[in-house]
């Protein structure tokens, strides 16, 4: 849980850059998981 929020924002974050970040949110997250 605690992982999720931080991700969430990142996520949320990186959408605005571009897909490409979006791609490095999901890495990040299996990752975490």
Request: net charge neutral; proline share 3%.
């Amino acid at each position: 849980m605690f992982l999720r929020t931080p991700s969430r924002i990142l996520t949320w974050r990186m959408e605005s850059d571009g897909g490409i970040s979006d791609r490095f949110s999901l890495a990040v997250q299996d990752l975490f998981m």
